[in-house]
């Protein structure tokens, strides 16, 4: 057994083990034991600090879900246009995702499981996208385009879902489909399909928005 530790420190250790057996095996496809093997300690201690892993699950997903990324300092260095901004705020998700794709997985797993969370990751994770996006585009779009206000509704469900699907392939899937892009390549690239997509077509980047790989 491993050694012992004080209750919240103790806590945190089997939130970090469940949060890791989760999100690669989802909630069904993972047993308490499991759990506590991960940890090294015995199933009743852990069910002293979670009574069920219905509950350890729920605590797993409810802290997850309230992560939330900065958008400030990408604001601030990355210019005034609608494709820096945007694209300075892809950059700084991509970089999240790499540095612990966990929080894909996790969100992706909460979909599956019909779970309430998933409310809270898009609260926490995707309306800052949908808000800026719906608001820049009620700016910028011809007021005469047809279907003008199911574009703009539906835009940012669309930039969610591109984001999203290339994340999948690069950090989840077994063989990394777009090796050869870089995290900024792969920012810029999402960017301009998205405003062909939704008839801007004559943008440029001026590229200010780069953070590090």
Known sequence: MSKRLPGPERRESILQAAERLFAEKGYHGVSIDEIAQAVDVSPAILYRHFKSKQVLYDAVLQEMSGKRESYVEMVINSGT?????????????????????????????????????????????????????????????????????????????????????????????????????????????????FLRAVGIEKSRLSRKAVISA
């Open 81 to 193: 246009s609608f494709e820096d901004i945007l694209t300075g705020m892809t950059q700084v998700y991509i970089k999240s995702i790499a540095e612990n794709p966990d929080l894909l997985r996790i969100e992706l797993q909460s979909m599956l499981d019909r779970s309430s969370a998933t409310s809270e990751f898009f609260k926490n994770r995707w309306k800052s996208f949908t808000d800026y996006i719906e608001f820049s585009l009620n700016e910028r779009l011809p007021y005469d385009l047809p279907n003008r206000e199911i574009t703009i509704l539906t835009a940012g469900l669309m930039f969610q879902g591109m984001v999203r699907e290339a994340l999948i392939q690069k950090y989840l899937q077994p063989i990394d489909r777009l090796e050869d892009l870089s995290m900024q390549e792969l920012s810029y690239e999402l960017v301009r399909l």
